[in-house]
């Protein structure tokens, strides 16, 4: 038998995974004092700010998609639906994990459900997440029927689809904007360059512009990895829409800041102002100025700087309203440690191990050479050869 | 009828019998270290801020309108009638939005336990709820700490202030901060002093605010999604009909010229 070859990626991958591990023994038998650097002053730090906050917002091409194709009848994107409801899926599933390590008592994190308080923007969170994750899973369905061949259950999911859609893009539009909203309460404490009035506008259009960007991510990703089609001129016609909506999400965001006079705080460069640029300027203004090109936006390498610039920037928006903007109020600078770093690093992981085999086991994508042309092949910007390895062995296998 | 705490700085000679006291009544440890802390913790729910020769008692105020029990997904806290802010343990499931919610940095974790509790003062609830004072009222020696109805309270602060208008600050810390609380501070200097400055405004409105939108967001986007779908729709069937349509005559076309 031959071992099967331990690419650079495959190795990082398991050492990510075996101190993840370590770290969740260490977290269930000494509790999150010894295993986070959260304090009194600093409850919630990188599991609520990256693992909750950022894995909904990447799961939002779920909804986004399915609104598209199903109610606004944009039937050419059908084909990348079924990978954008697959890393909603897996999103999702990977924030109720994240959840069992942050929470104190993760044993009871049924309660929100049978025990309500409904003036709770968490009460109204949980019960949204539960029901969009079986929506999701419904929506999900048809590819598992399919692969097992239940011609009954596919019709039986056909005949609800679009109610179920509406219903999985109304708790999307709630809970995304509600993670927003679950900071309305701390005026005091997040900084006047995150603090608006508007966090739940902004992060249900972020949440739109980074499932459209997430998707332009995989799809490119997925057709380097498994080598599937990529549909470019799909691709370009969202990346187009893209533009759109993040054109929208920064003049909104600059209309708030100057109406509530915080532009203020940007004559002084320091460490918030810092990071408040790192988001604006290369997560929000670039992309929209690399997307604006009809010469960049019509290359995939083009479009793939812009999707990850837009994904990076939108991260660093949540980390900055749930670290942060935090910190200042706090007395105190918060950064993780190993242990939170190696879960959240094993989720990632985890993430992309399960997309890999669903899209190699279960029809995600559609047969290549069934319409279209093969694009794509031509541009090869290094970031991606570099990821492309992480998905190697799915494609010798 | 609406139960308070009265504190007032001019009086408190920072003796910590209201430390001792909470500790025995909520079993926790106290020792001259603990008593050393100036800050609270799991293992401390009240003690006296000491600046220079000044004090501030810090406890939780409270609140007529608990941000910590706004936010608590599972109702743990509460706000009772009588005044006290209790917390109910057993339905805590431990996502710790009351601390970071709460304006007064009350609520504290216990983080060295592998199934943690939230703790803060619940102003005796228990006593309280069978005509008791709380237990630092009653060990104050001073009675720089007081308990009693909350408007004879007001009352008597105001009267306070009234008669020694110089010892006092002209304000009643707790009377309209965050919508108010039970727990209520004078003091000869500013309350700022004491890291003790919050708006008036009740911090649940905030969220409030949005969250009763909801049904109306869901009702309205509902119709509005639902009517997209069957216009999107209907230019489809429109069109599939049409195409039958034009087929059908074409076909009869052919058959008029054939004949």
């Known amino acids: ?31 999150l004092g010894a295993s986070t650097n959260l304090t009194d002053r600093f409850p919630w730090g990188l599991w609520i700010g990256f693992d909750v906050m950022c894995g909904v917002m990447l799961a939002a091409g779920g909804f986004t998609l399915t609104a598209a194709v199903y109610i606004f009848n944009l039937e050419r994107f059908r084909p990348i639906v079924r990978p954008t409801v ?54 999900f369905a048809p590819i598992i029927f399919e692969r097992l061949r239940m011609e009954k259950a596919l019709q039986i999911q056909h005949a609800i689809v679009i109610p179920l859609v509406i219903l999985g893009v109304l708790l999307s539009t709630l809970h995304q904007s509600s993670l927003g909203s679950l900071y309305l309460i701390v005026p005091e404490k997040l900084h006047p360059l995150w603090y608006s009035p508007l966090l739940p506008v902004f992060f249900f259009i972020s ?49 708030d800041l100057y109406h509530r006079g915080a532009l203020q705080y940007l004559r002084h460069l320091g460490y918030e102002t810092d990071l408040f640029l790192v988001e604006v300027v290369l997560g929000l203004l670039l992309p929209i100025a690399l997307l604006l090109s009809r010469r960049i936006r019509e290359t995939t390498g083009g479009l793939y700087l812009a999707a990850v610039l837009v994904l990076l920037g939108f991260v660093t928006n949540r980390l900055n309203v749930a670290v942060t903007g935090m910190e200042a109020s706090s007395g105190l600078r918060y950064f993780p440690k190993w242990t939170e770093l190696a879960i959240t690093g094993s989720m990632i992981v985890a ?8 899209a190699k086991y279960l029809p995600i994508f559609p047969e290549a050479g069934a319409s279209g042309t093969r694009t794509g092949q031509g541009t090869h910007p290094s970031p991606v050869a570099r990821v492309d390895l992480a998905f190697s062995h799915a494609r010798k296998a | 009828m609406s139960k308070s705490i009265l ?42 801020m000491t600046k220079g020769d000044k004090f501030m008692r810090r406890l939780c105020m409270n609140c007529q309108d608990p941000a910590c029990a706004s936010v608590c997904p599972v109702a743990a806290l509460r706000k009772t009638s009588l005044g006290p802010v209790t917390y109910d343990e057993s339905r805590c499931i431990g996502c710790r939005y009351c601390m970071l919610a709460c304006p007064f940095g009350i609520p504290k974790y216990e983080w060295n336990k592998v199934l943690p509790r939230v ?19 009653e060990a104050c020696p001073t009675g720089a700490t007081k308990f009693g109805n909350r408007d004879e309270l007001i009352a008597e602060a105001n009267d306070r202030i009234a008669k020694a208008p110089n010892q006092y600050v002209n304000h009643i810390y707790g009377l309209e901060e965050v919508g108010g609380t039970s727990v209520l501070l004078l003091s000869s200097v500013p309350f700022d002093l004491f890291g003790l400055h919050t708006p008036t405004e009740p911090l649940p409105t905030l969220t409030y605010r ?23 729709h209907r230019r489809a069937e429109v069109a599939a009909a049409e195409a039958t349509e034009r087929r059908a005559k074409k076909e009869r076309n052919e058959e008029d010229e054939e004949k």
């Open chain 1, 1 to 31: 038998m031959k071992l099967p070859k331990l690419s650079f990626w495959k190795a990082v991958m398991v050492v990510v995974l075996l101190a993840g591990a370590y770290a969740t023994v260490l977290r269930f038998t000494r509790g």
């Open chain 1, 86 to 139: 697959l890393t909603a899926f897996l999103g999702y599933s990977l924030v109720v994990a994240a959840l069992m390590f942050d929470l104190g008592r993760p044993y009871r994190i049924w309660h929100p459900l049978v025990m309500w308080n409904p003036h709770s923007v968490m009460f109204e969170v949980a019960w949204c997440v539960t029901l969009y994750t079986s929506v999701l899973s419904l929506e």
């Open chain 1, 207 to 255: 949440a739109i512009c980074v499932g459209l960007a997430m998707t332009i991510f995989e799809s490119y990703m997925s057709s380097k990895a498994f080598g599937k089609q990529l549909e470019l001129p799909l691709l370009i016609s969202l990346g187009r829409v893209l533009v759109v909506a993040l054109a929208v999400y920064a003049v909104l965001r600059f209309q």
């Open chain 1, 351 to 358: 993430g992309f191990a399960v997309f890999t085999l669903a």
């Open chain 2, 7 to 48: 504190y007032d700085a001019t009086v408190c000679i920072d003796c910590k019998l209201c430390e001792r006291a909470c500790a025995e009544r909520n079993k926790l440890p106290y020792d001259d270290n603990i008593a050393a802390e100036q800050m609270m913790s799991a293992h401390k729910l009240t003690f006296v």
């Open chain 2, 119 to 137: 703790r803060k003062c619940d102003m005796c609830s228990d006593r309280v709820a069978a005509g008791r004072p709380t237990a630092c009222a």
């Open chain 2, 210 to 232: 949005v969250l009763s939108r909801l049904p109306d967001i869901v009702s309205l986007g509902g119709v509005l999604l639902g009517g997209v779908w069957w216009i999107t």
